[in-house]
C-alpha cells in the first residue's frame, strides 16, 4: 500500500541552525502538506501546497519556514535559526486532488522529531 | 477562531464493549469530517471519513455526522485492547485544504 516516508525520523540541531526535513509524498497525490505536533498538544497544520506553491499556511509558518519541492518526488520543510519552541513532531501528509470521491483524505507520514538544544 | 473539542478521556471499556467518541466544532461551513488514530509516540492514521448527514459504517467503526448540531461522532464495536489509541477528530472547511485537530480523546480497552 502507498505511503508517505519521512527522513529523517529524529533530528537533534542547535538553536539557530538550520534544518531540513524531507518528505516522499504519495506518488499520484497532488496535495502536500506540513503539520506539527508539540509533545502533549494538538496536532497544528503549518501550510499546504499545490502545483508548486504555498496554497495555505498559519500563522505559526512565517519568515522562517520555507516549503520546496526540489524534484518530482521529495517535499521539504525548511527550519531556518530554529529555536526551543520549535521542538516538535513534524507531520508531511498528502492527498488527492480536490473533487475526487476522496474529497481531500489527507494520509501521515511517520514524522520527523525535531529536537533544538 | 475555528475549534474542534473533545472529550480529552481517557474513556475505559472493557474488551468486546463499543466505545463512543465525539466531537464537535464550531466552524459552521465545514465541510469534511475525519476520525484518526494516534498510537503514542505514532503519527496520525486515518480510520474514518465523513461528508454527509448520517452514518457511515467500515467493518467496526461507525462514523455520524449531524451538522445541524455540529457533531461528529465514533462508534467502535467489539473493542480490542488493540484499538487502545489516542483518537483525534479532524474538520475541514468548505473552500480551504487544513484539517483543524481537536486535542483528541484517550481509549482504553481492558482486557
Known amino acids: 500500500e502507498p505511503e508517505v516516508t519521512q527522513t529523517p525520523s529524529h533530528q537533534v540541531t542547535q538553536m539557530g541552525q538550520e534544518v531540513i526535513l524531507r518528505c516522499v509524498p504519495i506518488?499520484?497525490?497532488?496535495?502536500f502538506y506540513w503539520y506539527r505536533q508539540i509533545l502533549g498538544q494538538k496536532v497544528e497544520f503549518l501550510v499546504s501546497f499545490y502545483n508548486n506553491e504555498i496554497s495555505e499556511k498559519s500563522e505559526i509558518f512565517d519568515d522562517q519556514f520555507s516549503v520546496e519541492r526540489p524534484d518530482g518526488s521529495n517535499f521539504t520543510l525548511k527550519i531556518r535559526s530554529t529555536k526551543l519552541e520549535d521542538s516538535a513532531m513534524y507531520f508531511c501528509?498528502?492527498?488527492?486532488?480536490?473533487?475526487?470521491?476522496?474529497?481531500?483524505?489527507?494520509?501521515f507520514g511517520p514524522g520527523t522529531r525535531l529536537t533544538v538544544l | 477562531q475555528k475549534e474542534v473539542e473533545q472529550n480529552s478521556g481517557p474513556l475505559s471499556v472493557p474488551e468486546g464493549a463499543i466505545a463512543s467518541l465525539n466531537c464537535t466544532y464550531s466552524?459552521?461551513?465545514?465541510?469534511?469530517f475525519f476520525w484518526y488514530r494516534q498510537y503514542s509516540g505514532k503519527s496520525p492514521e486515518l480510520i474514518m471519513s465523513i461528508y454527509s448527514n448520517g452514518d457511515k459504517e467500515d467493518g467496526r467503526f461507525t462514523a455520524q455526522l449531524n451538522k445541524a448540531s455540529q457533531y461528529v461522532s465514533l462508534l467502535i464495536r467489539d473493542s480490542q485492547p488493540s484499538d487502545s489509541a489516542t483518537y483525534l477528530c479532524?474538520?475541514?472547511?468548505?473552500?480551504?485544504?487544513?484539517?483543524?485537530f481537536g486535542a483528541g480523546t484517550i481509549l482504553r480497552v481492558k482486557s
Open positions: 466552524d459552521r461551513v465545514s465541510q469534511s
Open positions: 479532524a474538520v475541514k472547511s468548505m473552500g480551504g485544504n487544513k484539517l483543524v
Open positions: 506518488s499520484n497525490h497532488l496535495y
Open positions: 501528509a498528502s492527498s488527492e486532488a480536490l473533487g475526487s470521491d476522496l474529497q481531500g483524505e489527507q494520509f
